[in-house]
């Protein structure tokens, strides 16, 4: 008997190079929060689809590089401005502070055959640091989707945030759709008056499926139509070293559950929230937005590189 072929998954958003500086000098990564969760989503056994702008030109080569490596195939729109990079820098509170290029501010994505062609295959199209503030790139993603099971993270960065009324406008269309949205208190703060509880009472009054609401330290809560489900953060070995991807390795490990559609009972949804908690915080003991899981750190520990 042949294998069902497993689920995949097509991630839509950003793509981008992070220029970190600190104390110890300047660094880049790869990373991007669409591009985070496509690569968390395929670390994690889903065959994965990552559509988004990438420039001809060697920061995007590297981008290239970075999602060929690990599994993740790319179906890229124009760049006329060239690649999309975030000069990352820390807060005196320690919190990332990001200023974006143009490209990265002005980022447009373009739907060919192929593109929807994936998204049509999919089992959850997951959706990242989109520009919802753009009413054309909205309409050109509502048509694109179909009737695709979608995932949502506004995750708006306030350096590319051109119109607040606009993007929520933009968000909430899709939004309402929705199996899956997520939020946190920062997207809570910048778009909306910061009550996180509302925020997420507000989207289940839309109509979305399932609320996930991620409140840092005070852990999450998935509020669905099979019920509300809570979980504190995870407790694991080792410090916490950079909280960034956090939030994109939660959405990774939450729609690769949803890939294969709904939990089926009580016990699955928890299983999959308190999943998504531990992937989270193992994610939050290395730098940078790579996914890592509680068993990656255990192979670490044993001399073998986490993965």
Known sequence: ???????????????????????????????????????????????????????????????????????????????????????????????????????????????????????????????????????????????????????????????????????????ERLAARAALVKVGADDASLLYDGDLDALRQRLRGLGVSAVLATAGSRGAVLDSDAGVFTAPIAELPGSIVDTVGAGDATLAAVAAGLAEGDPGSDAEWQALLDRAMAIAAATCRAEGGLLRTPESLVDADRGVRGS
Request: glycine residues 8%; negative net charge; aromatic residues 4%.
């Open 1 to 171: 008997m042949t294998a069902e072929k497993p689920k995949s998954a097509v991630v839509i958003g950003d793509a981008l190079i992070d220029e970190i500086r600190d104390a110890t000098g300047i660094r880049e990564l790869v990373g991007g929060a669409a591009l985070n969760v496509a690569v968390g989503l395929r670390r994690l056994g889903v065959p994965t689809t990552l559509i988004a702008m990438v420039g001809d030109d060697e920061p995007g080569a590297h981008i290239r590089e970075y999602l060929k490596d690990h599994g993740v195939a790319l179906i890229s729109s124009p760049a006329p401005h060239g690649s999309s990079r975030a000069i990352v820098t820390r807060s005196a509170s320690g919190e990332p502070e990001y200023v974006f290029n143009e490209a990265a501010q002005r980022r447009s994505i373009r739907y060919d055959d192929e593109a929807r062609a994936a998204i049509a295959d999919a089992g959850v199209v997951a959706i990242s640091c989109f520009p919802f503030d753009v009413p054309a790139e909205v309409d050109a993603l509502a048509d694109a989707l179909g009737e695709a099971r979608v995932a949502i993270d506004p995750n708006p960065r306030s350096g590319m945030l051109s119109d607040r009324d606009e993007f929520v406008r933009g968000f």
